[in-house]
């Protein structure tokens, strides 16, 4: 907070499109982080290796449009937060969709295939968010963008699998022993990617104070 008790605004170096160039292959992982933990580090590091990525973007982002905001920390503690988490040289933090001024996921796709049309996006997320996919805005137009990578997270493997999204996208699933592929094969398409699995959640750890 500030010194007259309101919440900081986000530093303008913290809401932009870092730098990328022609052919980078970029995932975008987003999400609000609150707090950020080693079970994000464990998706982002199995994203990167799996996938064969040059960076992941970790976008922290303004709210979850489908949760309750009421006491999320601001925007600048959180990527302030993530930054100190997860100190690797090919991971950015950012809160570029602030500089968007949407906080729903397609819209930053749409903005950032549109712009940095040389550069290989995919979408990353854990297993949890899949089976809540379909509930999300214009959920097809995110994959009908860019390709999706899942990573398997405890307890919800089963029910990520058998989600509406997953069904509806049962056709274009890719193997895992080929998932570095993904990034060269037209949309919609999308893997899920096995690994050890971390049980931790944002959402325990609020509960047990932790932030």
């Known amino acids: 907070m500030t010194p007259d008790g309101a919440a900081p605004e986000p530093r303008p170096e913290d809401i932009k499109v870092p730098p990328v160039v022609a052919g980078l292959r970029v995932g975008l992982f987003g999400g609000s982080f609150d707090p950020p ?53 090919r991971v950015v ?10 906080p729903f996921s397609w819209e930053t796709v749409r903005r950032l295939t549109a712009c940095l049309p040389a550069v290989r996006f995919v979408w990353i997320m854990g297993a949890d968010n899949l089976g809540a ?31 509406p999204a997953a069904r509806a996208l049962a ?13 060269d094969a037209p949309p919609p398409v999308w893997t899920f990617l096995h690994a050890p699995r971390s049980p931790l959640s944002s959402t325990a750890l609020r509960r047990a104070g932790v932030r």
Do not use: C
């Open 37 to 89: 933990h080693q079970g994000h580090l464990h998706v982002v590091e199995t994203a990167l290796e799996r996938l064969r990525l040059d960076r992941v973007w970790m976008m922290v982002t303004p709210g979850n449009p489908l949760k309750n905001r009421a006491g999320l920390p601001p925007l600048a503690a959180r990527i302030d937060a993530a930054r100190a988490l997860v100190r690797h040289p």
């Open 93 to 102: 933090v950012t809160g570029l969709e602030a500089g968007f001024g949407s």
């Open 133 to 163: 996919f379909h509930r999300w805005q214009h959920w097809r137009r995110i994959a009908d963008a860019v390709p999706i990578a899942i990573v398997d997270r405890p307890g919800h493997t089963l029910a990520a699998l058998s989600s």
């Open 171 to 183: 056709g274009r699933r890719i193997p895992e022993h080929e998932a570095a592929s993904i990034l």
